[in-house]
């Protein structure tokens, strides 16, 4: 099977500009999770979703948002940039069964730097 | 605030040698993984313990777990270049329904041939 693909691998955006980042999961995998991780702050949990609805959220402010669509596949949506959104941005897909052992699997992240 | 911590932050050793790296959580879980990050890259999972298992083996790969002392370690035995990277532990907490893993900061090792 084919691993989590994220796009774009970079990107370079200016403060006030919103981006648009994009994920596709392991084929048959229902939830996709995003993570931000920063050298400051590490691996932050943004948001998942499951059949296209948000289950859970991170405590990031209202400019981060999701959404999943009907194959999975999910994109993440960050307006009015700000330097310190700089980060690799981690997807990761899990096959979501309902045990509390599912392993998440991530993709090879975005690298956004604000400038 | 991250639930599992690694320590140490960093480590250097030589090839051959064995490294260790411990992670020490707050609160009960269900289960610990381990996950090992290349530079710059995405993670990728090494390891799964529960809760009522004390000790994991994975080729090179020996995680314990001490759930009285709320503390994991992983040991990586004759180590080689390759395992250059960060190794992340992670603990589950289940909200919602699903299950989402909390990362600690890290243990970035460097292995010098």
């Known amino acids: 099977k084919a691993g989590v693909t994220q796009t774009p691998r970079y990107l370079i955006k200016t403060r006030g500009q919103q981006v648009t980042l994009s994920c596709s999961p392991i084929s048959g995998h229902r939830s996709v999770s995003w993570y931000q991780q920063t050298p400051g702050q590490g691996l932050q949990f943004l948001f998942e979703?499951?059949?296209?609805?948000?289950?859970n959220k991170g405590n990031f402010p209202g400019r981060f948002s999701g959404r999943q669509f009907s194959n999975s596949r999910s994109e993440m949506n960050v307006s009015t940039l700000e330097l310190g959104d700089s980060a690799l941005y981690l997807c990761?897909?899990?096959?979501?069964?309902?045990?509390?052992?599912?392993?998440?699997?991530f993709g090879p992240g975005t690298r956004l730097t604000v400038l | 605030s991250q639930q599992g911590e690694e320590d140490p932050q960093a480590l250097s050793i030589q090839e051959g040698e064995n490294a260790t790296m411990n992670c020490s959580y707050k609160?009960?879980?269900?289960?610990l993984q381990w996950y090992r990050q290349n530079s710059g890259r995405g993670l990728v999972h090494l390891i799964l313990i529960r809760s009522n298992e004390r000790e994991k083996h994975s080729g090179r790969l020996r995680v314990t777990l001490d759930t009285s002392k709320k503390s994991s370690s992983l040991l990586i035995t004759a180590s080689r270049a390759a395992d250059t990277a960060s190794y992340f532990c992670a603990t589950g907490l289940s909200s919602g329904g699903s299950y989402i893993p909390t990362f600690g900061r890290g243990t970035s090792l460097i292995v010098h041939p």
């Open positions: 990761a897909s899990s096959l979501a069964s309902g045990r509390r052992e599912d392993t998440q699997y």
């Open positions: 609160t009960s879980i269900n289960n």
């Open positions: 979703y499951f059949s296209e609805t948000q289950r």
